[in-house]
Nanobody
Framework: QVQLVESGGGLVQAGGSLRLSCTAS????????MAWYRQAPGKQRELVAT???????NYADFVEGRFTISRDNAKNTVYLQMNSLKPEDTAVYYC?????????WGQGTQVTVSS
């Protein structure tokens, strides 16, 4: 059974930082493409950042250099370091794994940025 478990969300003031973690089980993590998405209330889920199995990263335009996605294959974990957080970054953040044509999702972790 595939499981993606996110952690690290919380309440932070604008300008602050958070580091999200997502630990995977039940998949061959080393060959999975990993990503972070987010969904704010009343809005569609949107892509935040991706990292290939080879470590190539890509970011949404709104990240503007503030976030860094990384992965530790030894720990089956992908991270999202978020700095200079803004109130508009408030959302539920979801981990995604893409592998052999299948997509897997975590349960999400809430990030709230106060002004």
């Amino acid at each position: 059974q595939v499981q993606l478990v996110e952690s690290g969300g919380g309440l932070v003031q604008a300008g602050g930082s958070l580091r999200l973690s997502c630990t995977a089980s039940g998949i061959n993590f080393r060959i999975a493409a990993m990503a972070w998405y987010r969904q704010a209330p009343g809005k569609q889920r949107e892509l935040v950042a991706t990292i290939t199995r080879g470590g190539t990263t890509n970011y949404a335009d709104f990240v503007e250099g503030r976030f860094t996605i990384s992965r530790d294959n030894a720990k089956n974990t992908v991270y999202l370091q978020m700095n200079s957080l803004k109130p508009e970054d408030t959302a539920v953040y979801y981990c995604n794994a893409a592998l052999l044509g299948q997509n897997y999702w975590g349960q999400g972790t809430q990030v709230t940025v106060s002004s």
